[in-house]
């Protein structure tokens, strides 16, 4: 879906109003009398704080309403952002309600009300923890399976005792009718990660797939290939991805975001993975007849009708690609495509074969760029930059999309430098991929 400020500030506009309903519920009616600059400031902080960790669960719940606008990519590193800042304002609530009046200090302190306290300090090391654990999950040597679980644990405690907190208090929530809506806006935001934990899972496990083969492939790769049972396979369009559960139910922990990589016109459904994490490396040893769940199609990662197309990838970031590519070929796309597609070596492209096949069946300029070329490479060396993009970006670039996937710097460098050559950035799509 084409990006457009129109959507933008539609978006930004719907998102403060969400994030503002508990204080707009706070301030409505009849309030208390005053209490100072600093005290009206912190108690502030914190129904704005809360009322955007509850949003978080809209932007991690995979809705496709709200995705399209930016893209799933934009829309992750959103919910990152503003965890972040979120996180910052439901801290920074106590810490000025403390300096402002010290007798609210008796909150903490478990001889007046245990529980209390308690609750306190287990959200103020829960928001600490969920949020260190976001940034540094690998430092800290957490699986994906373990970091999904105790983020989704973390979130609903935090969102559970920071309503009962909000209701305890009551100094502006005395009216029967503003803890009501106080309670029922936490719990509908709440209800969205059970939605997707619960809910979805048990949707989709009336629509089962199965394995029908797995292919290794070159850079240390695997393609999983997978038909549905007992119904018709779900549509896509090249470009997006599901969210994958292998394994007899899809109550599981292992759930991951793939690409299609197969063409939109295949009747089965293809995903290739590096050898990367824990999950991807059992790809090798899964058999055909294996179960396996999906839930999608998502992301915004796809090409426009009439638009040419312009990508940029590395490694395995080149799955969406291929998904667009097989596509264009099968349906015969007259379309203009350049893909540059940078790996370390030339033995190590995935796809290698393939990608010089459907160069010549359709209209794509093919480029590889090696970090580490053999003997007598003619080609482009080294990393992807700005002069490089500039040397085969088109004569007509307000013609093109731009995808680009793969490893971060990559993104970052070719992002950047696609903006610095003028290109609009209504025309630049991103996936990044994690290891998983």
Same mark, same amino acid.
């Given at each position: 879906?084409?990006?457009?400020?129109?959507?933008?500030?539609?978006?930004l506009?719907?998102?403060?109003l969400?994030?503002?309903?508990?204080?707009?519920?706070?301030?409505?009616?009849?309030?208390?009398?005053?209490?100072?600059?600093?005290?009206?400031?912190g108690v502030?902080?914190?129904?704005?704080g809360?009322?955007?960790?509850?949003?978080?669960?809209?932007?991690?719940?995979?809705?496709?309403?709200?995705?399209?606008?930016?893209g799933?990519d934009?829309?992750?590193?959103?919910?990152?952002?503003i965890?972040?800042l979120?996180?910052?304002?439901?801290?920074t609530?106590?810490?000025i309600?403390?300096?402002?009046?010290?007798?609210?200090?008796?909150?903490?302190d478990?001889g007046?009300?245990?529980?209390?306290?308690?609750?306190?300090y287990?959200? #103020?090391?829960a928001?600490i923890l969920?949020?260190?654990?976001?940034?540094w999950?690998? #430092?800290?040597?957490l699986?994906y399976?373990?970091?999904r679980?105790?983020?989704?644990?973390?979130?609903?405690?935090i969102?559970?005792?920071?309503?009962?907190?909000a209701?305890?208090?009551?100094h502006?929530?005395?009216?029967?009718?503003?803890k009501?809506?106080?309670?029922?806006?936490f719990?509908?935001?709440g209800?969205?990660i059970?939605?997707?934990?619960?809910?979805?899972?048990?949707?989709s496990r009336?629509?089962p797939?199965r394995?029908?083969?797995?292919?290794?492939e070159?850079g240390?790769?695997?393609?999983l290939?997978?038909?549905a049972?007992?119904h018709?396979?779900?549509?896509?369009?090249c470009g997006?991805f599901?969210w994958? #559960?292998?394994?007899?139910t899809?109550? =599981?922990?292992?759930?991951?975001?793939?690409?299609v990589?197969?063409?939109?016109r295949?009747?089965?459904?293809?995903?290739?993975?590096?050898?990367m994490?824990?999950?991807?490396?059992?790809?090798?040893?899964i058999n055909?007849?294996?179960?396996?769940f999906?839930?999608?199609?998502?992301g915004?990662?796809v090409?426009?009708?009439?638009k040419?197309?312009?990508?940029?990838m590395?490694?395995?970031?080149?799955?969406?690609?291929?998904?667009m590519?097989r596509?264009?070929?099968?349906?015969k796309d007259?379309?203009?495509v350049?893909l540059i597609y940078?790996?370390?070596?030339w033995?190590e492209?995935t796809?290698?074969e393939?990608?010089?096949?459907?160069?010549?069946e359709?209209?794509?300029?093919?480029?590889?760029?090696?970090?580490?070329?053999?003997?007598?490479?003619?080609?482009?060396?080294g990393?992807? =930059?700005?002069?490089l993009?500039?040397?085969y970006l088109?004569?007509?670039?307000?013609d093109?999309?731009?995808?680009?996937?793969g490893?971060?710097?990559l993104m970052?460098?070719?992002e950047?430098?696609?903006?610095?050559?003028g290109?609009?950035?209504?025309?630049?799509?991103?996936e990044?991929?994690?290891?998983?």
């Open positions: 879906m084409k990006y457009t400020y129109k959507r933008g500030f539609y978006w506009f719907v998102y403060l969400l994030a503002l309903i508990p204080l707009i519920v706070a301030a409505s009616g009849n309030t208390p009398e005053h209490r100072g600059f600093w005290m009206e400031l502030a902080l914190g129904f704005i809360f009322g955007m960790l509850a949003l978080q669960f809209l932007f991690s719940g995979r809705f496709r309403k709200v995705a399209p606008t930016y799933m934009n829309i992750l590193q959103y919910h990152r952002e965890g972040i979120a996180f910052v304002f439901v801290l609530h106590p810490v309600i403390f300096i402002a009046n010290s007798e609210f200090l008796a909150y903490l478990p007046v009300n245990l529980m209390r306290a308690v609750a306190l287990f959200v #103020t090391i928001i969920i949020t260190a654990s976001s940034l999950r690998l #430092t800290f040597g699986s399976e373990r970091w679980l105790l983020h989704g644990f973390l979130s609903l405690a969102l559970f005792i920071g309503m009962i907190h209701l305890q208090v009551s502006y929530l005395e009216p029967i009718w503003k009501a809506a106080t309670g029922a806006t719990l509908t935001y209800y969205l059970i939605h997707t934990r619960i809910v979805r899972p048990w949707l009336r629509k797939y394995v029908i083969s797995g292919n290794p070159r240390n790769c695997w393609t290939k997978i038909e049972v007992g018709r396979r779900l549509d896509f369009i997006q599901v994958l #559960t292998i394994g007899a899809p109550f =599981s922990l292992q759930q991951h975001p793939f690409s990589s197969s063409s939109a295949d009747k089965t459904l293809s995903f290739t993975a590096k050898e994490g824990d999950f991807t490396a059992s790809w090798k040893d055909p007849g294996t179960s396996v999906l839930e999608g199609p998502f915004s990662f090409p426009e009708k009439g040419n197309i312009f990508l940029v590395g490694g395995i970031g080149i799955t969406p690609g291929m998904g590519l596509t264009m070929r099968d349906t007259p379309r203009t350049v940078g790996n370390i070596n033995e492209i796809f290698r393939e990608l010089e096949e459907i160069s010549k359709i209209n794509m300029k093919l480029v590889h760029l090696l970090e580490k070329p053999p003997e007598g490479w003619e080609g482009e060396k990393l992807v =930059s700005r002069d993009l500039n040397k088109p004569d007509n670039p307000e093109f999309m731009y995808f680009i996937c490893p971060k710097p970052d460098i070719t950047i430098s696609l903006r610095e050559l290109i609009d950035w209504r025309l630049i799509y991103t990044r991929f994690k290891i998983i």
